[in-house]
């Protein structure tokens, strides 16, 4: 029989299968134009071309042995240099090729990062809402995971919570900028009071407090916002880094890990990395998207495309009576479940063909979680499914 | 700090590491084409012309979100489709694609196998002599490796100690075949037998004890030598691939992990396997790898510049008195060490240039590993160094 806790853990995974097959269902019913799915946090915006004429250009150009070939278990040398070297450029850091560690994307990035820092029985804050995968990750290394409460109002971390939940077996804080499942981008103000925070407690306790920053959403932000580049705020920083979203290349897994300079025992904890990548099986990150990244590290893929489905969405359901977190940045809309009971409210959304995940998953019960990652026809016509939703709730009529 | 293992782990690497930044320093002093560097199993051979040329068909002619984006964790339905037709027609197996997870490399199908099977615990029994980082995989999923010991004779497992270590707690059997580092192949005879007593056993403790066969190597092999395919031989078996050496492309992390279509409960061993690679943080296989492997599933490796490699040195070595272990696949040469203390002869072997890799890494002391997968002429203008080393040793000299 295969492990107890794989047992349980494939329990729990079944509920996005059994979505995933329900929508499959649903499409063979009413037609797959008339299902609204907003489930999945899936790229949607097109491959920048440069990273394809990039991969093209590789493989004609290099010898196939090195192309193909093993690299040190941190990745190719210039690959880790043109990451450091363009983070330097966009962020006035000064990180060294010898500071980054090439990763099958931001998910190994983590379990790499975990993998190196965690004794078992070490706490890792987590910053609720937050992505689920997260608990997986920590359990894996015999962690246990923490969660702190957010300000409802704002979904800024309460810091009051953060520096109550901080103890002598905290290892880590996990830190999800912009935030899935919320659009909520942590301000340059919260950072600084989290690494104030964290600062005094390192003092306290006599040890390092790490602050792992997880990344993928980086470029996408809205209306002038930015993301801090948490290096700056504070050094004892491995921040992780995808290039599923930004390139709109989630299945080829490239990532990277940049471990703060000035961290105490960074060489160490780069030893550490390296050491994890490889015994952990990932070894490396894929060694053609290596190469290719070099060379496309500057292409973009088009904000103006989700920009564009936020507004709609966001006014659209704001105006319907829907009460909304406004996103800063990534590609989900948080919105109050009109229902006490959140599962419920999934249920009655179904009937209009509308698909949505429960804030449960994300240790937010009450909310529902919206991926806007759709064609924006999606968007425009679900609005009527969601105005009879909202009809269901009497929400509006009060306005 | 980072964690106490991981301190240690780094430490346990850093021979490794030692030896890399020893090599370097040796060509630096006497030019790198005086080296023999035989301590890296780097595949050597082309990489097949229709792997390249399959690469930049699908980034040519496949939609780009499609190419790059997300998939079922197990993988591609058609690549999965393509690996199992492959295998039916090649082994006369009934795989379905469904029997197929797509993993990142061999070193990830491994990890996502112990995910899936290990409770803490759990004892993995390896055959020893047996590659090192299974000590860190089985470890990194709380399992405990339990050594068994050689028939020291012909390196095939000692079937004695076998059934005497197995237990009630032990869960799964590693097995590489060829095996790295000796380049032997477990005969049919041998899977047969171990076949018989892991069902004795099952039926004794009434529970499964899986079968985790490795094998990386398996077209490696040479004088006609045949790699017995595992779910013939027994219904509770695991067999994990990697397409690093059939096609000289490890940097790329593609491989599978085959279930046996008569696993008991194999309909669960899948959908653990499936979360496994999602919570590993491997997500899925990359993408593209996936997609150009359909079209260059029949491609071969030059099997034949192995075999002239492996020839050359083995009869060179027992010309010279070393005792050999005639490698019948892989690329490795295992040689017993003409001085009691192994490590000492590494430590001379580099006196004349030679790297090499001593057999306590591979829980067999007294051994050391060639790696053969270099070019010829390195082979040829090795020979008076190990002519040298030989004579130091007074090898010969009784003949």
């Known amino acids: 029989m295969i492990s107890k806790q794989m047992k349980q853990n494939i329990e729990n995974s079944s509920a996005i299968r059994a979505m995933f097959l329900e929508g499959k269902a649903m499409a063979a019913e009413v037609g797959a134009e008339n299902v609204y799915d907003f489930s999945l946090g899936n790229p949607m915006t097109p491959v920048p071309e440069a990273y394809n004429k990039a991969i093209i250009e590789a493989v004609q150009t290099e010898s196939s042995l090195e192309l193909h070939g093993y690299m040190d278990n941190a990745g190719y040398p210039e690959t880790r240099q043109a990451v450091a070297e363009d983070l330097n450029q966009r962020f006035g850091t000064a990180f060294e090729g010898r500071h980054i560690v090439m990763t099958v994307g931001a998910a190994g990035a983590l379990n790499v990062v975990f993998k190196t820092i965690l004794d078992p029985g070490d706490e890792v804050l987590a910053l609720a809402p937050y992505f689920g995968e997260y608990r997986g990750y920590v359990a894996n290394h015999q962690g246990v995971l923490v969660e702190v409460a957010p300000d409802m109002a704002t979904f800024q971390p309460d810091l009051a919570d953060f520096r109550a939940k901080i103890n002598e077996k905290t290892k880590a804080v996990i830190l999800n900028n912009p935030v899935n499942p919320t659009g909520v981008t942590y301000s ?73 300079p000035q961290m105490e025992g960074c060489d160490l904890a780069l030893g550490g990395l390296s050491v994890a990548n490889r015994m952990l099986g990932f070894v490396n990150a894929p060694s053609l998207m290596q190469k290719a990244l070099v060379k496309s590290l500057g292409a973009k893929t088009d904000v103006a495309y989700y920009d564009r489905n936020r507004k709609l969405l966001y006014d659209s359901l704001s105006g319907l009576g829907f009460t909304c977190t406004k996103p800063q940045g990534a590609f989900y809309l948080f919105v109050k479940s009109p229902d006490p009971d959140e599962k419920r409210f999934v249920e009655t959304a179904k009937k209009y063909h509308i698909l949505l995940v429960g804030g449960t998953t994300f240790s937010c019960p009450g909310y529902v979680r919206i991926a806007y990652c759709v064609s924006h026809e999606v968007i425009e016509r679900s609005l009527p499914a969601f105005r009879k939703l909202a009809q269901e709730y009497q929400l509006g009529e009060q306005a």
């Open 188 to 260: 340059e103000g919260t950072i600084q009071k989290m690494a104030a925070v964290l600062e005094e407690k390192q003092k306290e306790y006599g040890k390092e407090i790490y602050l792992v920053s997880d990344e993928p959403y980086r470029e996408l932000v809205y209306d002038g916002n930015e993301t801090p580049f948490l290096t700056k705020y504070y050094d004892n920083t491995f921040v992780t880094y995808s290039f599923s979203k930004s390139l709109s290349i989630p299945g080829e897994r490239i990532g990277y890990i940049a471990v703060c």
